[in-house]
């Protein structure tokens, strides 16, 4: 902030600074120097690549899912490929793919703001609920800075929109790039879920919905699809089984940091001893209330914990733990056999860990403790 940005090419930021309300913004504007992220670098970066195609994925809920398991099928058909942006390592600590290969790119909201010239040949995007919305003029505005992805994209390259929710029907109905592709769960048969075990419940349905659309796309066989959707192996911390102890299933899903995407856990265990809380991006659960009949018993952990509990009790037992590990141990002395002890937090992990990472990595910690 002290030195005089004349003559500078860009301000490349981190996607965690807030640039809505962050002085840089102002300073970068003031001399007339652009803010950028990683993303734009390596978008000026692609003319020096060998040739090569590139995926991006944004959406509040299942990026990271459709992201790896995009990647796993591209490798799986024999297909170079490698995953960066919001997942992993970022894409300009990787080497560049041979000529052929596919990058496929997690894009958060973040990251769509501080790019400009990112041409995907295939973009997504799964969904669109609200989050992030201290860094946005409401609703409105994140929805929005989702839908730049295809305002960046050449005439004749693809995009994905799984249509389930109003903003992202909205903005499918002004997409006017090739041709774009509406997807949803109820392409997928319960049959066809059955054989992929890392798959399961409706969230997934969307996630393989939008990933098979991608890689026809792309030009995969159905075959070398439907392997990769068999063997896909999942992401820790994301419906992640842990262990399993006296017929009680303890499932990882630190991942779920809202309540919409803690509805599709709750969905699909039909007994459930849920560990939730953490920071609170809402003060509500209501996309989680109808599958509160499958939760025989709440466990509240970190800042929200004494809201969710007052929220929760008309509805079920709730034991106010107050840090994971006590949550860990009353869930597991509760359980009875049948029963998933699940950890979904539906809140941000910043009051108490480092990361969601370091909040699942705890509750393995802690399961196998007991």
């Not at 994925?57 to 990271?64: E, P």
């Not at 839908?147 to 249509?163: E, K």
Request: glycine content about 10%; some cysteine.
């Amino acid at each position: 902030l002290e030195i005089d940005l004349t003559g500078f090419d860009g301000v490349v930021v981190s996607p965690g600074v807030p640039i809505n309300r962050h002085p840089i913004a102002d300073k970068a504007r003031a001399a007339g120097v652009p803010l950028i992220g990683d993303i734009e670098l390596f978008a000026e970066a692609r003319a020096d690549l060998p040739p090569h195609k590139i995926v991006g994925i944004t959406g509040t809920n299942g990026k990271s899912t459709t992201t790896a398991l995009v990647t796993h099928m591209l490798k799986t058909a024999g297909v170079p490929a490698l995953m960066g942006g919001n997942i992993g390592l970022p894409i300009l600590a990787q080497d560049p793919l041979p000529e052929g290969g596919v990058y496929v790119l997690e894009l958060s909201s973040y990251q769509i703001d501080l790019t400009y010239t990112l041409d995907c040949d295939v973009a997504v995007l799964l969904n669109i609920t609200p989050d992030h919305l201290d860094r946005y003029d409401g609703f409105a505005g994140y929805a929005t800075s989702k839908a730049r992805l295809f305002s960046m994209q050449s005439d004749g390259h693809v995009a994905v929109v799984a249509t389930e929710d109003d903003a992202t029907r909205a903005i499918f109905d002004t997409l006017s790039v090739g041709a774009p592709v509406r997807v949803g769960r109820g392409d997928i048969s319960g049959d066809d879920q059955a054989g992929w075990p890392t798959l399961q419940g409706p969230h997934n349905a969307q996630n393989a919905a939008a990933a098979i659309a991608v890689c026809r796309a792309l030009g995969l066989s159905e075959d070398a699809i439907a392997a990769g959707l068999r063997s896909y192996p999942g992401l820790p911390h994301r419906m992640e089984r842990v262990a399993e102890r006296g017929g009680v299933l303890f499932v990882n899903d630190s991942k779920a940091t809202n309540a919409e995407s803690t509805a599709p856990a709750l969905a699909a265990y039909p007994k459930i001893r849920w560990i939730l809380g953490g920071r609170a991006k809402t003060d509500d659960l209501d996309a989680c209330a109808p599958h509160f009949g499958h939760v025989r018993s709440a466990y509240t952990i970190g800042e929200a914990g004494a809201m969710f509990a007052a929220l929760l009790a008309p509805h079920m037992p709730v034991v106010e733990s107050g840090t994971l590990g006590a949550a860990v141990k009353a869930a597991a002395n509760d359980a009875e056999a049948g029963d998933v002890v699940l950890l979904s937090p539906a809140c941000a992990s910043f009051d108490q860990f480092r990361d969601y990472e370091a909040r699942g990595d705890a509750f393995r910690a802690a399961v196998g403790a007991l």
